[in-house]
């Protein structure tokens, strides 16, 4: 009996490792400027292929199953499909003027994209790759997020400084809240009902009660911010400074300023690792991604991506 | 106290400026190395008006105060009016920010942007000083169909051909203390 038990747990421990040598995390970095998306394995920190795409690759969102990336080219009105095992694009979706922000159901059987010139949000169907609904939103839709249910999507309207919860289905606009000034990456926060949304111009980051749909609080961040990201685990938020080239990090119950990290020049895309142990930046300036150790929070490597490394949404899958 | 009232409401009243970020931001890179200590450039660099010394586009120029949150305006050879705001400092990198916006419709003849971010640095190189001028402009035509003359690139030749002029005049400046 013993003995089966330990075979038992030796045979669990190999398929323990075998499974952790084949998993591969892949981080899929648009390069706005050379239209290319470099996919970085996150294990050697190393750039494994890069994918040409549209024109002007700028939003991201990886599917939830993992199965593909899509990436927004506000350069040719199209967004990409890539297949995240043949890393290729294989399929290119005809969208608006200028698709952007992309956000997906959980299920992942819609893709929403805003559109930033028609101020308009277009849900693509992804087994058909067709259009199946738009509605208006906002003036120059810059973020999207969608809740938990997939019942209302929220949109930052850059030019409106307001953020616009709508019905996912209907589009029907169920409320509008007035952020600060030039609203840009929006980021929910499941466990506690928030929404973080990024103010540009105002450099601070709105905090939105989404069961009441009210500001509840906002906090300073620097130059030129963008996107924020949540580590649940040691309770702080991340926010890109473009302009100053860091990263801030707040703690998520207070709203203070524990550390600013630097990065690379101008930074805005960043996500946090599957595992939490560390946080990827595009920069957009230096063609490069940081990677900071969310332990230490220190920069532990920059990888070369490309020019104009962007990244802008959910850029990592987990297989 | 009235006064101070008033000032908030002029402010209050005073048109939006345009303040759209189109998705795609455009990207200047340029360098140059001038014979002189980063030190007497850096502190050359804060007179705002020091950059009507060195490009010969720039036919006037008036500031206002020093440091954060300051402005110039430079008028450019063509008659254009270009106003500018110091939005960043930052003393340990010797490094400007400057931003330029456009009033929205406005569109700057020869320069048809509506921002711009402008980093000018200052860094040791051998026995002188290495400038760079960096930074991000965005277009001022929206939607998907740009005319010739204002497309991306038409704009950021036009950036990088006013910056290169500045870089270029700071060398010779230089060069002739």
């Known amino acids: ?319 | 106290m009235n006064y101070i009232k008033l000032s908030l409401l002029s402010i209050l009243l005073i048109p939006a400026l345009a303040s759209a970020h189109g998705p795609t931001p455009l990207k200047f890179d340029l360098e140059v190395e001038v014979s002189a200590s980063p030190d007497e450039v850096w502190s050359m660099v804060n007179k705002l008006c020091s950059v009507k010394d060195w490009n010969e586009s720039i036919t006037e120029c008036s500031s206002t105060g020093e440091g954060l949150g300051a402005f110039r305006e430079l008028t450019l050879d063509n008659g254009e009016v270009l106003k500018e705001e110091v939005t960043k400092v930052q003393e340990d990198r010797k490094r400007i920010l400057t931003t330029l916006k456009v009033e929205g419709g406005r569109v700057i003849k020869g320069m048809p942007i509506r921002s711009m971010g402008t980093f000018l640095s200052v860094a040791e190189s051998g026995s002188g000083a290495k400038v760079k001028i960096r930074g991000t402009a965005y277009s001022s035509f929206e939607g998907k169909s740009p005319p010739p003359d204002r497309t991306d690139a038409a704009c950021k030749a036009a950036v990088e051909a006013l910056h290169t002029k500045t870089l270029n005049g700071m060398k010779k400046y230089f060069e002739s203390k």
């Open chain 1, 1 to 319: 009996m013993e003995v089966r038990f330990k075979n038992f747990l030796f045979t669990l421990l190999f398929w323990a490792l075998a499974n952790s040598a084949l998993a591969q995390n892949l981080a899929f970095i648009t390069n706005q400027l050379e239209n290319t998306v470099s996919v970085i394995d996150t294990a050697n920190k190393s750039v494994i292929k890069t994918i040409e795409v549209g024109i002007k690759p700028a939003g991201v969102v990886a599917s939830f199953d993992n199965e593909y990336v899509y990436v927004s080219n506000p350069g040719n009105q199209e967004v990409s499909v890539i297949h995240t095992d043949s890393l290729a694009v294989v399929k290119s979706i005809k969208v608006g003027q200028a698709p952007l922000a992309m956000t997906l159901s959980h299920d992942d059987k819609k893709l929403f994209v805003a559109d930033w010139h028609m101020d308009t949000v277009f849900t693509i169907n992804t087994q058909s790759f067709e259009i199946e609904n738009e509605f208006p939103v906002g003036d120059a839709p810059s973020g999207i997020t969608i809740s938990n249910d997939d019942k209302t999507l929220f949109v930052a309207n850059k030019k409106d400084n307001a953020v616009l919860f709508v019905d996912s289905t209907s589009g029907k606009i169920k409320s509008e809240i007035k952020v600060g000034k030039a609203p840009f990456g929006i980021t929910p926060d499941y466990d506690k009902h928030l929404l973080y949304v990024v103010n540009v111009q105002s450099e601070d980051v709105t905090v939105i009660d989404i069961k009441n749909a009210k500001v509840i609080n906002s906090f300073p961040v620097d130059t030129f911010p963008y996107i924020v990201v949540i580590d649940e685990v040691r309770n702080h938020l991340f926010v890109t400074n473009k302009r100053d080239s860091s990263v801030s990090v707040v703690d998520r119950t207070s709203y203070e300023e524990i550390k600013k990290i630097y990065v690379g020049e101008m930074p805005e895309g960043i996500n946090m690792h599957p595992d939490g142990q560390s946080l990827y930046v595009a920069n957009w300036f230096d063609g490069t991604v940081s990677v900071i150790d969310t332990n230490t929070l220190e920069v532990t490597e920059t990888i070369e991506t490309g020019e104009g490394s962007r990244a802008y949404g959910q850029f990592i899958i987990e297989r």
